[in-house]
């Protein structure tokens, strides 16, 4: 059991350096296990747009020529990483360790954008409604990221 050990830790170590010379940006040394993570960009934009218009809720009631409704519900989102986005400036500088982990250059962009609308909404309860007439209703949200 001890040999094969020995021999999977060999290994791993002769693949670990072999990989830290094989890379300019990783010079982690002589680590027995090495991991870089980086050069990352993460990008989620989100857009929601929602309309609640020209609703009529009627109990026991009446109601008569309501007109015409119109509703616009609009949402933009936008991530672009940008210039200094995922350069690859990182570089793996540990030295002699037994475990090399290093994190960095990454770019998490999350732009949210939320465009809603409660628009000619009727409610009517023992009532007459009678001519409510024009209802125009707009909702615009834009979001951006840039690096």
Do not use: E, F, H
């Not at 350096?17 to 990783?26: D, E, L, R, V």
């Not at 609308?117 to 024009?134: I, M, P």
């Amino acid at each position: 059991m001890r040999k094969t050990l020995c021999a999977l830790l060999a290994s791993i170590s002769v693949v670990a350096g072999t990989a830290a010379t094989a890379s300019a940006q990783n010079n982690a040394g002589n680590s027995l296990v090495n991991v870089q993570v980086g050069d990352i960009t993460i990008q989620v934009p989100v857009a929601v747009a929602a309309n609640i218009c020209d609703l009529s809720v009627n109990v026991l009631a009446r109601q008569l020529d309501t007109g015409d409704a119109t509703c616009v519900a609009t949402a933009d989102s936008i991530a672009t990483p940008g210039n200094g986005g995922g350069n690859g400036n990182g570089g793996n500088t540990a030295g002699d360790s037994l475990v090399n982990v290093q994190i960095g250059d990454i770019t998490a962009q999350l732009p949210i954008a939320v465009a809603a609308n409660v628009c000619d909404v009727d409610v009517n309860v023992l009532a007459a409604q009678l001519d409510v007439g024009d209802a125009t209703c707009v909702a615009d949200a834009d979001s951006g990221a840039t690096g």
